[in-house]
């Protein structure tokens, strides 16, 4: 059995437990605005980034890095609150292409200053430049590949 040293487990309940944290301020700033969840700004964002030419499913499954059922879900709500429409991909006759219509562009618009306030008001006003770039390297070793 592998035995785990406290400082991992110290470093690994921190990052999750803040993490979390730090995403409830946002998602409970995004509903008090009456604005969707944080989940439907990433998506939007990604498709808005693709214009003209819109996504398709797989990659922005592979962007949001999400599983391919928690994707189709997201779409589905997106698309039943009319931010996107699925086109007929001309390439594959069965695939679609995600595009975003202008509520989506309007919405994501709208969340984005929810968004920013929070980021700001939960990292850069308590981590001075240095830390948060700092932060920033550290979690960046932690996504890198493991060998």
């Known amino acids: 059995m592998t035995k785990v040293r406290p400082d991992t487990i110290a470093a690994w309940t921190s990052l999750v437990s803040v993490s979390g944290a730090l995403l409830e301020r946002i998602e409970e700033a995004l509903k008090s605005a009456g604005l969707p969840p944080l989940s439907w700004y990433d998506a939007l964002l990604e498709i808005e980034k693709a214009e003209p ?6 990659e922005l499954k592979e962007r949001l890095l999400l599983p391919q059922y928690s994707t189709s879900r997201l779409l589905a709500r997106i698309e039943k609150a009319g931010m996107i429409e699925r086109q007929s991909c001309e390439d594959d006759g069965r695939g679609q292409v995600i595009v975003l219509t202008e509520a989506g562009r309007t919405t994501r618009q709208r969340m984005w200053p929810v ?33």
């Not at 700001?120 to 770039?133: K, N």
């Open 115 to 147: 968004y920013a306030e929070q980021l700001s008001h939960l990292i850069e006003e308590r981590l001075p430049a240095g830390e948060r770039q700092q932060l920033a390297d550290l979690l960046g070793k932690l996504k890198a590949p493991v060998p």
């Open 53 to 58: 030419d819109g996504l398709r499913p797989f």
